[in-house]
């Protein structure tokens, strides 16, 4: 099982990025995926929900209407679009997912929000 987060970088407050979660080594259109984030000296926090046909998705109070998952089971990836950014959304974010008992994780993709 594998799953590498790609997309992150520097933006200025107001813009954009799409984060990407690409998966591989299970039938990733079984299960739903979570995207996290970590900011420097806070704990881990859940950002969004998708299901795993997609039908469903949740989100944080703090990023609902800014932020949007979605996937694509034919490429084996989910998406986190983050549209008017802000420096609080600064963090390493990560993408997750539970298969077969296990929790596994990608090794993060940094986002800093800055001027």
């Known amino acids: 099982v594998q799953l590498v987060e790609s997309g992150g970088g520097l933006v200025q407050p107001g813009g954009s990025l799409r984060l990407s979660c690409a998966a591989s080594?299970?039938?990733?259109?079984?299960?739903?995926i979570v995207w996290y984030r970590q900011a420097p000296g806070k704990g881990r926090e859940l950002v969004a929900v998708?299901?795993?046909?997609?039908?469903?998705?949740n989100y944080r109070d703090s990023v609902k209407g800014r932020f949007t998952i979605s996937r694509d089971n034919t490429k084996n990836t989910v998406y986190l679009q983050m549209n008017s950014l802000k420096p609080e959304d600064t963090a390493v974010y990560l993408c997750?997912?539970?298969?077969?008992?296990?929790?596994?994780w990608g090794q993060g993709t940094q986002v800093t929000v800055s001027s």
């Open positions: 997750n997912s539970f298969i077969a008992g296990s929790p596994y």
């Open positions: 080594g299970f039938t990733f259109s079984r299960y739903g």
């Open positions: 998708i299901s795993a046909d997609g039908d469903s998705t």
